[in-house]
């Protein structure tokens, strides 16, 4: 499929609501406009349409009948998002009309979009880079403000200006590198030469790693970070749950193991936004269903970045809190909180402490929703620790794929370094050349094909 080729799409969600546009992105996109749409005003004949004019009048049907009542516009490239002749239609939005459009539009010779790829097109026409086409779709799913702040950012182009200039100076350095294995004889102090390339390759490692201790944040405030709710049947799970959401989502019952299987909710904890999962009790059974439901509780535990681990403090330190407590991970943020604090205590803070060192411990009773604000400020002192705070001078990272890029760049400036002192230097030219096209991928100017389509593929269709 050619960018020759017109492209359409219903570019908002389906639904009632008081606008609907669908888009027209191509060659072809002035001359069907003007064929299924006739403007209650045209203007004179030599000036319409008017470029970036909104004209109000109706679609008609191939049969000549009214389809709706619309705004639409016409959109000489190269001054569009896509950079191609545009056209939008802003109609009532409800899908049987929205689909009655784009049929019509269809009908006329363009094909319908795949996804992502009006975002595609602005790429690949020099518009946007990869990390700014990435960002529209980071805006789109943001799941904080801060999230879609740090998307906004990075669609004007900060993370791409900072990869640019140090994708230039490699470049720069490369290129002393090369013309020293080139005239070896004009070489006065090699010693000198090479503390001048160490001091650049640790300057880029430096850069990298102040672009990388971002990339948690970035990800966190873009998808919200993974959390799961861990505990023995009938610690209060659910009742944490259901207090944090300020929701019934989950059935609570004094009867243990009510919850079978996992239940998630999102919500905002001191600007972070959390995808809370509560999981089925852990605890040793022969029931197939309940060993079903904790085997993906065990699972959802080993996957999430924060853990809360509940405990029933009515009752003592029992082999199945030893269970729960066994799926901590290595380097998992973890939050103990002892529950029932409104009934009588057999499980004191002190035992706690001494089994969890440092992790914080917040007491509660959920169904009574006591301590959840002590709770939440705990979470967000803990967030804020590990994944530093907003207003960072450095561009943020907001996919794993960037994050993944700068730490491969980064292990090529580690093997130029290692190599620099005894070896010869086209292997510091290697790895150096390696680094300044792995680091091409954050704005797609190395990446392939695959990688493009990949990306795009995330897109929904009308964007």
């Not at 086409?133 to 182009?157: F, Y």
Request: aromatic share 4%; with cysteine; glycine share 10%.
């Amino acid at each position: 499929m050619g960018f020759d080729e017109t492209i359409a799409a219903i570019g908002t969600p389906p639904g009632e609501g008081g606008i609907g546009i669908v888009r027209i992105s191509g060659a072809e996109a002035y001359s069907i406009g003007k064929r299924i749409f006739v403007p209650r005003r045209k203007g004179p004949a030599d000036d319409y349409p008017r470029s970036h004019h909104l004209y109000y009048g109706h679609i008609f049907s191939e049969k000549g009948g009214i389809i709706d009542e619309v705004l639409l516009s016409f959109m000489k490239a190269p001054h569009t998002y896509t950079r191609e002749d545009s056209v939008e239609i802003n109609c009532h939005s409800g899908i049987f009309t929205l689909r009655q459009i784009l049929k019509r539009v269809l009908s006329e010779g363009a094909r319908l979009a795949r996804p992502g790829e009006f975002t595609e097109r602005a790429f690949l026409r020099g518009r946007i880079d990869l990390s700014q086409a990435e960002s529209v779709l980071r805006i789109i799913r943001a799941r904080s403000e801060e999230g879609a702040r740090i998307a906004a950012d990075n669609l004007k182009g900060r993370l791409s200006q900072n990869i640019r200039k140090m994708r230039s100076a490699m470049l720069s350095l490369l290129a002393r590198v090369e013309a020293q294995l080139d005239f070896p004889d004009d070489l006065d102090d090699e010693a000198a030469v090479e503390e001048e390339i160490k001091k650049e390759l640790l300057r880029f490692r430096g850069e990298l790693e102040r672009l990388a201790e971002g990339a948690e944040r970035g990800q966190t405030m873009q998808e919200g970070l993974l959390s799961a709710i861990v505990g023995k049947p009938n610690a209060g799970k659910s009742s944490l749950l259901n207090a944090l959401l300020r929701e019934q989502r989950a059935i609570v019952h004094e009867a243990p193991g009510t919850t079978r299987d996992l239940l998630e909710g999102y919500l905002t904890i001191s600007g972070y936004p959390l995808r809370l999962i509560d999981t089925a009790g852990i605890h040793a059974t022969e029931d197939p269903v309940e060993q079903a439901g904790i085997k993906k509780a065990a699972g959802a535990a080993t996957r999430a970045r924060l853990m809360i681990l509940v405990l029933d403090g009515s009752t003592a330190w029992s082999e199945d809190d030893d269970a729960a407590a066994a799926l901590i991970g290595p380097g998992q943020l973890v939050v103990i909180v002892i529950n029932k604090i409104d009934l009588r205590q057999r499980l004191s803070r002190e035992i706690v402490s001494e089994k969890f060192g440092d992790c914080p411990v917040v007491e509660t009773a959920a169904i009574k929703d006591e301590g959840i604000g002590c709770l939440e400020e705990t979470i967000g002192r803990l967030l804020d620790r590990s994944l530093g705070t907003a207003g960072a001078e450095s561009p943020i990272m907001t996919s794993m794929r960037q994050a993944r890029i700068v730490e491969e760049t980064r292990d090529s400036l580690e093997r130029a370094l290692g190599v620099l002192s005894g070896q010869p230097l086209e292997l510091v030219a290697l790895e150096l050349r390696e680094a300044w096209r792995k680091l091409g991928e954050i704005t797609g100017e190395t990446a392939s094909g695959e990688l493009l389509d990949q990306i795009f593929s995330e897109f929904c269709i009308g964007k």
